[in-house]
């Protein structure tokens, strides 16, 4: 009966679309595009939608000024901030945040990886500032959580959001709005990397939460190299890169 009825109620709504779509193509143009203007305003104000906020939700908010920049750092940027693993054909905006990033550390963190964290941060903090990136104690204080251990453990951590299903080295997951990074989540694989492996993807992986999202072949010592990598420093061109995203 409820398909019945259904097919009913289809058939009457395009008979009915149908007469106003006809009755329009029969007006004169100037009435056709009164029309089109008050159903579009009429949707705005509906939705209350803002012609220039959906503008900057769809163009670069935060992109910087490349014109004083030379030509090299300003291609490398435009590949590891405009583009990414899932898109690599697709020019997307630039990510960054807005806010202090409030890190809590869990799963098994050993003294080493704490210690090498820090200097991350520390590191990155003169190159974000005056953002700052800070450790915090208790997970309801941070909007970035740094996982250290297995696949299994990180999927059943209650404080990370996003589960993987496949098993990594390291990954990073960037949740957005306004192009604005909002929250943050960091898989740190402990039971795989070795120690020195595991340097490198502290560093490759908060960094790349930042907002640079992408990997490339171009240069091997670069933190982003798409290839296996042990680099536990930052190249020239990846501060220059990172600073030009945070306006510095």
Known sequence: MKSVLFTSSITKWSFALAAVVFSYLGLPETQREYISTEVKHKLITYFKMNEKKSIIEVGD???PNLSHVDK???YYFGKIVRYSEKRPFQKGPVLRWN???KIYLAGTVSKANKKE???VIIELNRLIKPLKINLV???AQANSIVYFGSLDGYNACLNTEKKLANDYYGHFHIKTFQQEIQKSTIYINTAKATLKRQKHIIREELTQSLGLINDAYDYPNSIFYQGYSETTEFTT???????LLYGN
């Open 72 to 74: 090299e750092t300003a």
């Open 137 to 139: 104690q208790k997970p």
């Open 237 to 243: 061109m990846d501060k220059a890169v990172i600073q």
């Open 99 to 101: 806010q202090d990033i």
């Open 117 to 119: 964290i820090i200097k």
């Open 61 to 63: 908010r935060f992109s």
